[in-house]
């Protein structure tokens, strides 16, 4: 897949260009024709570097999608929604951090943010961090998905996609993930 940048801060572009260049592959493009997608960042990076990495995998095949991050971060991102819509995607995956909410707090929280912005839910499929919403605003129906990142098992106060990274090194390394092994 390739990754179109649409109101998107130059920091995450320069973190996207940079690991592009680190593979050998361009995975940004500067015009697109139609977007069917956008993936919007709820925080920054790693998200930005892990979306060129997985961009790299596919190896350009596929659709053109967008990518957007706000200069704001959490669940102000979601305030956001109606400008993505502009551009007439059918879909919309959120990436946002748990931080430190309880993640069915969290998802309340999304829900009335996307109704003060005149976002309708005409429903709601969910498997604890992972919530597909069937949506409307004015004569426009699209499908919202969130993923919010974090693990419970991870022993942190806050959780983020660093924690399936956290995960990931428990498996490969064969390490116990603990707060006496990172406070060192």
Known sequence: MKLYPFMTVDSVVRNIVRVSRMLGFDVLVSVV????????????????????????????????????KPEFVGIKVFELIPMYLVQKVGSILVLIDQEDYDVEVLIKEIEDRLKGHGVAIESRRDKGRLVVYGCRRGGRRFRLIVVINGLDEIPFEKHMVEDHLLKAAKILLRE?????FFEI
């Open 33 to 68: 024709g139609e977007l069917r997608c956008f993936i919007v960042i709820g925080d920054g990076t790693p998200e930005d570097e892990i979306l060129a990495l997985i961009a790299y995998h596919l190896n350009g095949i596929g659709k053109v999608i967008g990518i957007a």
């Open 176 to 180: 116990q993930i603990d707060n006496v």
